[in-house]
């Protein structure tokens, strides 16, 4: 039977209702030999169907029994994953797979089940993906077939290999999914951009990215989910709660400040969704899997890349150190992971982006001894002219005046100062809405010199209260 005949026939689809029926039944082997026929059959009939360029409903039909006979066997390999793992428990096979170590009577070799070692670590990977993240394999192929790629062997195992780095431990062994941020990601992000002198860092964990921000200028206002007693440079505790639930500024006209992080991967897209809907932040910055990029089958997820794109990606060429689990102890493995830094900019209107982002490739080594740009700017710059000139970057922003900076953030200032119950600083106004020292003090310069704001012998306050304050 051709190969177009093989399409436009029965045969094939009760081919891979026999395998999923076996599988069903608890008969691996029979399944794995149908599924692999199927697979075979199909992927050679689609090959042929594409050259000959036949209707595209055929093709696609090819596809489709391609991803359901891969599927199948797919999940064979899991299971003969567990049973060898099973078996190397209870001493029925050896480690290596050399029946000479075992007694005749209860010793089997992996190829009696239809394993070589090199195919037993790829069905460990896939296996232990799936089980981090039940429904991996249906997830990994479907997208291929939703992308008009072809559902391949390969791109199952590649994506489990990649998963491998941060997906192999169990949702109980992830706990609250803290995986540090390596400083090599910092120095880069510090060296190219620069935020409000006070910036939030929500996932705080132990610090990696709070120390990098607090040595360059910055005040941290820091919270997490799990309290690990992390505090800031000046002993200021971090807060403890979910950021999901966290409150934004009252206001719809006004904005929080800056929010660099490295969110938890499980919750990412509610995590940065979140951000842009309740803070609106002028700027944000999160350590991603580059795999964000991708994805269309989650609102949060098309909410933040296509409705409220990123400005920037910063794409490391040479990937980061691993980010292992916190408390992991096991081997150091290298890193399985593309990452990127994504930058968000709020617009004058409220929304974020200006269409597709600009993709910048980095190298993190050429960024070792770079010197961070001075916070309170919310500007960045080129890396273009980096390797020529460290000391003189050329900044893609222009620096704004302070009556601009004043004028960008007085409505916020004006709300904060409004809402604050008790006496304030100058620091405090700085922190609560993201700017420099300077800006802060011309802000309340201005509102002392129109009668707006007083000055309390604890701080300055809002016209109101002060003349309640003194009438008392």
């Not at 994953?81 to 005749?104: F, H, L, W």
């Not at 431990?169 to 006070?198: C, H, N, Q, W």
């Not at 709660?241 to 006209?253: M, N, R, T, V």
């Not at 916020?412 to 300077?438: C, K, M, N, Y």
Request: charged content about 25%.
């Amino acid at each position: 039977m051709n190969s177009l005949a093989v399409l436009e026939s029965s045969e094939l689809v009760a081919t891979i209702e026999r395998a999923r029926a076996h599988l069903d039944a608890g008969d691996v082997q029979a399944a794995l030999m149908l599924s692999s026929a199927a697979y075979a059959q199909a992927k050679a009939a689609g090959g042929y169907a594409s050259r000959v360029k036949v209707s595209r409903d055929l093709i696609d039909k090819a596809k489709r029994m391609q991803a359901d006979a891969l599927k199948i066997e797919s999940i064979c390999y899991c299971r003969m994953a567990d049973a060898v793992d099973e078996a190397q428990a209870k001493g029925a096979i050896s480690k290596g797979g050399r029946p000479k170590t075992i007694s005749d009577d209860k010793g089997f070799r992996l190829e009696d089940v239809g394993l070589d070692s090199q195919r037993l670590h790829a069905a460990r990977q896939i296996r232990d993906a799936e089980r981090a993240e039940p429904g991996f394999i249906d997830r990994v192929v479907e997208a291929r077939i939703e992308e008009g790629l072809d559902p391949s062997r390969a791109s199952v195992k590649n994506a489990a290999g990649h998963a491998i780095g941060t997906k192999t431990a169990t949702k109980d062994e992830r706990g609250d999914d803290l995986y540090e941020t390596p400083i090599e990601a910092m120095r880069v992000l510090l060296a190219l951009e620069s935020f409000g002198l006070g910036v939030v860092e929500p996932s705080v964990g132990r610090g990696a990215i709070l120390r990098p921000l607090e040595a360059a200028g910055y005040e941290v206002a820091i919270s997490d989910l799990v309290d690990r007693g992390t505090v800031t440079q000046h002993g200021e505790p971090q807060g403890v709660g979910d950021f999901l639930l966290s409150q934004g500024p009252s206001a719809l006209w006004s904005h929080g400040p800056d929010i660099v992080t490295n969110p938890p991967y499980g919750v990412a897209n509610a995590y940065i969704a979140h951000a842009i809907r309740t803070h609106r932040p002028g700027k944000i910055a999160m350590l991603l899997n580059l795999n964000f990029l991708a994805g269309f089958d989650d609102a949060d997820r098309c909410f933040v890349m296509d409705e409220n794109p990123p400005s920037r990606i910063y794409v490391f060429t040479r990937r980061l150190p691993m980010m292992h689990r916190d408390g992991w102890e096991g081997n150091k493995a290298s890193s399985q992971m593309n990452t990127a830094w994504f930058i968000w900019e709020r617009n004058l209107d409220g929304s974020y982006g200006q269409g597709f982002p600009e993709v910048i490739r980095i190298d993190w080594k050429r960024f070792e001894t770079a010197e961070p740009l001075a916070p309170g700017e919310g500007t960045h710059v080129s890396p273009l002219t980096f390797a020529e000139a460290e000391e003189d970057f050329t900044r893609t922003t222009q620096r704004k005046t302070l009556d601009e900076r004043v004028s960008e953030v007085m409505d916020a200032a004006l709300g904060w100062i409004r809402d604050t119950p008790a006496t304030f600083e100058a620091r405090d106004l700085r922190i609560a809405i993201g700017v420099r020292d300077s800006t802060a003090c011309e802000i309340i310069n201005r509102l002392a010199g129109e009668g707006r704001v007083h000055r309390l012998e604890d701080g300055w306050a809002w016209a109101g209260d002060a003349h309640k304050a003194v009438a008392a």
